[in-house]
C-alpha cells in the first residue's frame, strides 16, 4: 500500500520570501504521479503542479516548483515569492491505483 | 457549467437520518471519485467510478455506505442511519479518464453535520 507524510503540520512565512513544504511517500511501483493540490478556506481543492515519475526534470508552474528526489522517495514543494493569497492547507498526493493523500499542511503567509 | 459541482454545499441531520449527496462531475470526465476529509485531516478515498461502473469501492467505511452513478454523468453518495462520525466534508472529482497521466478537478464538496 502507498503511504505518504507531510511532517508539518503547520508552517508559516512572509510574505514574498521562499518556502518548501515537505513530502515523502512510500511505494514500491516505478511509474507512478504526484501532485501538489491547495485547499484555501473556501475548500475548494486546486491543482498546484504534478509530476511524472518517469521524468527527472522537476516541474516548475510560475513560483511553484517541486523538488522530486525518486531514489529518497522525496516530492518538496517550493513556493518563491509568497503572497497572502498562498493562505491554505496544501496537500500532497501520490497516483497509481487511486490517489492517496498526505494530512496535509497549513501554510499562513504573513504580510 | 466548467467545474465539479456538489450539492447542497452544506448540510445538517439528526443521528439515524439518511442523507443524499449529490455530484455533478464536468462534462465528459468518465472517471468520478468520492472522498471524505474530516475536521483538519486529509483526504480519505471513498469509490471510484469508470463510467456507471464502480470497480473501486475499497474506501466505503461501511456497508451504510453507498454511491450510485447513473448515464455516465451524476452520481449521488447515500449514507444511511448516519452516525456522528460521518460528520465531514464530502468531496467529489472527476477526471477524463482513470489513468495515471488524468488530474483530478475536485467540486467543494458537502460539508455534514450529524447532530
Known amino acids: 500500500a502507498q503511504t505518504v507524510t507531510q511532517s508539518q503540520p503547520e508552517m508559516s512565512v512572509q510574505e514574498a520570501e521562499t518556502v518548501t513544504l515537505s513530502c515523502t511517500y512510500d511505494?514500491?511501483?516505478?511509474?507512478?504521479?504526484l501532485f501538489w493540490y491547495k485547499q484555501p478556506p473556501s475548500r475548494q481543492m486546486i491543482l498546484v503542479i504534478r509530476q511524472e515519475a518517469y521524468k527527472q526534470q522537476n516541474a516548475t508552474e510560475n513560483r511553484f516548483s517541486v523538488n522530486f528526489q525518486k531514489a529518497a522517495k522525496s516530492f518538496s514543494l517550493k513556493i518563491s515569492d509568497s503572497q497572502l493569497g498562498d493562505t491554505a492547507m496544501y496537500f500532497c498526493a501520490f497516483m497509481k491505483h487511486g490517489m492517496r493523500f498526505g494530512a496535509g499542511t497549513r501554510l499562513t503567509v504573513k504580510p | 457549467g466548467a467545474g465539479v459541482s456538489q450539492s447542497p454545499s452544506n448540510k445538517v441531520t439528526e443521528k439515524g437520518k439518511d442523507v443524499e449527496l449529490r455530484c455533478d462531475p464536468i462534462s465528459g470526465h468518465t472517471a468520478l471519485y468520492w472522498y471524505r476529509q474530516s475536521l483538519g485531516q486529509g483526504l480519505e478515498f471513498l469509490i471510484y467510478?469508470?463510467?456507471?461502473?464502480?470497480?473501486?469501492k475499497s474506501g466505503l467505511p461501511s456497508d451504510r455506505f453507498s454511491a450510485e452513478r447513473t448515464g455516465g454523468s451524476v452520481s449521488t453518495l447515500t449514507i444511511q442511519r448516519t452516525q456522528q462520525e460521518d460528520s465531514a466534508v464530502y468531496l467529489c472529482?472527476?477526471?477524463?479518464?482513470?489513468?495515471?497521466?488524468?488530474?483530478?478537478?475536485f467540486g467543494p464538496g458537502t460539508r455534514l453535520t450529524v447532530l
Open positions: 472529482a472527476s477526471s477524463a479518464d482513470r489513468g495515471v497521466t488524468d488530474t483530478q478537478y
Open positions: 467510478f469508470q463510467g456507471n461502473s464502480a470497480p473501486d
Open positions: 511505494t514500491s511501483e516505478n511509474n507512478y504521479y
